[in-house]
Nanobody
Framework: QVQLVESGGGLVQAGGSLRLSCAAS????????MGWYRQAPGKQRELVAR???????DYADSVKGRFTISRDSAKNTVYLQMNSLKPEDTAVYYC???????????WGQGTQVTVSS
C-alpha cells in the first residue's frame, strides 16, 4: 500500500518560514506527479504546488514567489519550502501522489500549518 507521511508543520509568525516534508513508500516519486494541497476550515481543498515526473513545477497564484516544491529522489521525499508566510496560509497541508500506473490518487494524513498575525 502506498504511504505518504507529512511532517514539518507548526505554528509560525507572519513573515516566517516552514519546510514541509512528505516521505513516500511503495511508490517512486520521480515516476509520478506529486503535489501539495491545503484545506482551511470551511473551505475546499486546493492545489498549492505540484511537481511532475519530468520535474516541471506548477503553483497556485497565491503562493507564487513564496513557496517552492522540490524532491529528493534518493530519499524518495518531496518538500514544500514556504517563505513569507501569511495568516491566510493557515490550513492543513496534504501530500498527494497521482500514481501513473494505478491511475489513482493517494493522500497523506495532513500536517497543520498555523500562521499568526
Amino acid at each position: 500500500q502506498v504511504q505518504l507521511v507529512e511532517s514539518g508543520g507548526g505554528l509560525v509568525q507572519a513573515g516566517g518560514s516552514l519546510r514541509l516534508s512528505c516521505a513516500a513508500s511503495r511508490v517512486i516519486i520521480s515516476d509520478n506527479a506529486m503535489g501539495w494541497y491545503r484545506q482551511a476550515p470551511g473551505k475546499q481543498r486546493e492545489l498549492v504546488a505540484r511537481i511532475t515526473a519530468a520535474g516541471n513545477n506548477d503553483y497556485a497564484d497565491s503562493v507564487k514567489g513564496r513557496f517552492t516544491i522540490s524532491r529528493d529522489s534518493a530519499k524518495n521525499t518531496v518538500y514544500l519550502q514556504m517563505n513569507s508566510l501569511k495568516p491566510e496560509d493557515t490550513a492543513v497541508y496534504y501530500c498527494n501522489v497521482h500514481h501513473m500506473i494505478l491511475a489513482r490518487d493517494y493522500w497523506g494524513q495532513g500536517t497543520q500549518v498555523t500562521v499568526s498575525s
